[in-house]
């Protein structure tokens, strides 16, 4: 694909940075879908109709092409359904409004679904034209929806912390995971302490959006912004097949006082193993059936994955997930002073995560001492604070062990199995080979 590199303007960069505590590097590139797309809609804007460099003009139908529009107006508010307070989304863009509620989703046991009804607020209802009759995105325009996370500064985990909690919560967490900005992190919208979706997640219509069937062409996309937040765009992308893009954009209209619509996201590839969790696959091909029957028995045992990493942790990552056990996810404090009871299956995958981090500290430290005893020890300063604060956490990892021995324990039905690993979740061995095998021999047009 080709790529092009921006260069921002400093002032501008210096503004959104300071404003909006951002850090926008000063170039980026961005794919030529993007950059055609925001030629074009410069040129729209400023309406250059006969300049000869004008890029309209040499855009063709095969080029692909993308950009956002945003909403004039935006509201979020938690309304009543069912009994339920759930979260309603309104946008004013282009003399309409859409409303989007959580409700039933029309998907047989997928619990809800997020769905979009549009208005016009022109009243003029005599009008003929198109977009009086309905909302209407040109091709490559796509609609900024907002930032489904990270919502919090805590949802972004460094790797090797979230394969700890991971490991602690059977996998649950993973549903709501996605690569974060960098190879070292994923952005985690759920809770610390419990692995299911944190209350500001649960306050977004975006985290309602189900996920579309393999013959079923998106309405909703996701896409990183450059702070590395992801976003989600409504409407049909162009990829520079027209006949596609008018077919696909057909299956999805919003008449003006219409009947709500519901909308879809594809999860990607990296969902797969969830998928086969939950009984079912984006791949069709009769030959892959068996490597999806194996992979779908490893997903359900293989749990060790998480953890088996431990063993080749440096200092800084030992330290880094000592500090989230005791200050992040099972915090003792908050059990002694409440009634609460710890899950017994939560509490002993603690302690076996603790004694890993403990047996690796116990090799580093130990490494250690046997280079200074031999004069190999480089950057001395810098290794020897290093181990002090290694010394600590293993002294803090020690006595939080011990207090989760004393606190009382519930006991809950055990779920069949871990709700999901993301294929690119750094699980070791065989789990990964294996799916790596089995997306090797996936057609591309499996996949929407």
Not at 34 to 51: I, M
Not at 121 to 133: E, G, Y
Not at 344 to 367: F, G, M
């Amino acid at each position: 694909a080709v790529m092009f590199t921006i260069n921002y303007n400093e002032d501008s960069r210096a503004l959104i940075n300071q404003t909006f505590g951002c850090d926008i590097d000063p170039s980026q590139e961005i794919s030529s879908d993007l950059a055609w797309g925001g030629c074009l809609n410069y040129e729209r804007k400023t309406k250059v109709r006969r300049s000869s460099e004008r890029v309209i003009k040499n855009l063709r139908k095969d080029m692909p092409c993308r950009y956002l529009i945003v909403p004039d107006m935006r509201k979020e508010e938690l309304v009543e359904y069912n009994g339920a307070m759930l979260p309603k989304l309104t946008f004013v863009v282009r003399g309409h409004q859409l409303v989007f509620n959580v409700k039933q989703s029309t998907i047989p046991n997928a619990g809800y679904g997020l769905f979009v009804r549009c208005k016009s607020l022109t009243n003029d209802f005599s009008s003929k034209t198109d977009s009086a009759r309905a909302f209407l995105l040109k091709a490559g325009e796509l609609l900024d929806m907002g930032v489904y996370g990270p919502l919090r500064h805590e949802d972004e985990k460094l790797v090797h912390v979230h394969s700890i909690k991971s490991y602690i919560f059977s996998g649950k967490n993973e549903e709501w995971c996605f690569t974060g900005a960098s190879e070292d992190s994923i952005y985690d919208v759920t809770d610390d302490k419990t692995g299911d979706v944190h209350d500001l997640a649960l306050r977004s219509c975006l985290t309602y959006i189900n996920e579309c069937g393999s013959d079923d062409a998106p309405t909703i996309h996701a896409s990183v912004d450059p702070c590395g937040c992801v976003h989600y765009l409504m409407g049909t992308r162009y990829h520079g097949d027209w006949n596609r893009y008018k077919e696909e954009s057909s299956r999805f209209s919003l008449a003006v006082d219409g009947d709500e619509v519901e909308v879809f996201l594809h999860y990607g590839q990296s969902y797969e193993p969830i998928r086969i969790r939950k009984g079912y696959s984006v791949w069709s091909t009769p030959s892959l059936q068996r490597q999806q029957e194996e992979l779908a028995t490893t997903v359900m045992t293989d749990h060790d994955c998480y953890i088996s990493d431990i063993a080749t942790y440096n200092a800084e990552e030992v330290i880094d997930c000592v500090y989230f056990l005791t200050n992040q996810c099972l915090i003792v404090e908050d059990y002694k002073s409440t009634e609460k009871r710890i899950d017994e299956d939560v509490r002993d995958r603690v302690q076996r995560v603790v004694r890993k981090l403990l047996d690796r500290a116990s090799e580093l430290l130990q490494i250690t001492e046997d280079k200074n005893t031999h004069g190999q020890s480089q950057n001395g300063h810098h290794c020897c604070s290093s181990m002090k604060e290694l010394s600590k956490a293993v002294a803090d990892a020690r006595t939080y062990v011990s207090s989760l021995q004393e606190l009382p324990c519930c006991v809950e039905q055990k779920s069949s199995g871990i709700d999901g690993i993301d294929s690119e979740s750094r699980c070791g061995g065989s789990l990964n080979e294996l799916f790596s095998s089995v997306l090797e021999q996936a057609s591309d047009e499996s996949f929407v």
